[in-house]
């Protein structure tokens, strides 16, 4: 049964910060941050990658302590020395990289804290029962002893949220949660979240998607710079109104200004892909890339279009088709294939993209260290070394407070997909292939990466964007590919761009109850 928690004094707020402060190395990442987290409310927190929230929410979970300032939680005292004592108070967490063991049960990851034990054993069977109770408040259908690696993007979601609710969380913490979701999930968990808020918990929802925010939100609060610069009813913003604050000047467009208007005429084949086919995977894909274009690939959850990503770059295997890179044939493994000049930045920067506990610098050297060093003696040039990273880091515009020598797992997830592009913009790719570029980053640190995409095409590479954002793609592409159950679908032309079509497109197979290829 639901405990349902009492309202009572939510205008004195279930969660307060008063002037929160604090700095690393010097640089102050949080300045005097008050606000508060009213009972049975769904609070917005936005801002800028690097505004500040990672560094609140790990001082509310007990990763960090403040330098200044204070909390009170529940009408008591807030200040937690380790995450245990968050969860002991009744703060959940359900973080943007989820906390989920794969190769464990989902009734094994919920009581992975604390299992039911009678003397030295496991109670087993209370467990499950326990679980399937969990599930059920969380509308999943699902048995307890299934492994998390077979669940989807939002089942793991509502797993993480089961494990709040089994220690009965009065507020829940939701970091980027829609990221990997399909529009379908979404709307079942934003109706689990309202479920939650009717019980009497409270839920600060953490997002880039400031559609979103407005939608599923009672209140709104904006960081600025480790400042709120904003906070009130969500019903007195609108998007444009949010993005002033979070950026402090008036965004006025999207996506940058097009020095032309598609790849020049008689450009270059860069890439040339024909009948690609590996059985259940992807099926006769056939397109060819030109020099200076931005190409599109638009599908749902599940069209191939990763897969289709990693065939290309050598990652995984294909049967039959052939791939061409400037007129010669391409095969071999992805070290080949870089050599060739063909460059990926996958879809999860931090699991495939970066060394989380190695340093920046050592991050952005990785594709391209063998060009510092200096014959015979193999030794490395740090000179030569040290200006590429400088100038890579202009052009990347990477934020001034950071440094080349802290750890990369330290910073924003802006600037970490800055680290990654700049990586592979070292290496000077003809070809780069990007998967989900700006997902789970800020509308500011999107633009920027926008006007990288589009100085690299206008430098003569070909560049192929995947998105599950049709609005990114015909903002920022040529032309788009759309795939759906691992083929091609349709083909759209820039001065022939129509979102409901592209959408349409998309769910064409689908409709028609198509299998797998």
Known sequence: MATTH???GAAAGLLTFRGI????????VLKSVSFSVP??????LVGENGAGKSTLMNVLGGNLAADEGSMRFAGKPYSPRVPRDARDAGIGFVHQELNLFPN??????LFLTGFPTMGPFIRRAGMRDRTDVLLQRVGLRLSPDAPVETLSPGERQLVEIAHALSFDARLILLDEPTTSLSARECGRLFALMRQLRAEGRSIIFISHALGDVLRICDEVVVLRDGEVVGQGPATGFDQPRLVSLMVGRELKQLFPDRRRNGPP???????EVRSLTQPGVIRDISFTLHQGEVLGLSGLMGAGRTELARILFGLDPFERGSLRIAGQPLHGSPRRRIRRGLAMLTENRRDDGLCLEASVADNLALVTLPQYIRPPLGMLDPR????????IREAVRLQPSVRLEQTAGTLSGGNQQ??????????EPRVLILDE????????????????ILELADRGAGVIVISSEIEELIGLCDRILVLSRGALSGEFSRDAFDREKILHTALAGHDRGEGKP
């Open 39 to 44: 009972g049975a409310r769904i609070v917005g």
């Open 21 to 28: 402060t604090k700095a690393f190395f010097g640089v102050r």
């Open 418 to 427: 800055k680290v990654v592009l700049a990586k592979w913009l070292l290496a």
């Open 265 to 271: 005429e008689g450009s270059e084949a860069l890439l």
């Open 6 to 8: 009492s309202p009572q």
């Open 104 to 109: 464990l049960s989902i009734a094994e990851n």
């Open 437 to 452: 570029p700006t997902r789970g980053i800020d509308v500011g640190a999107k633009f920027e990466i926008y006007q990288l």
């Open 384 to 391: 030569r070394l040290g200006g590429a990273l400088a100038r």
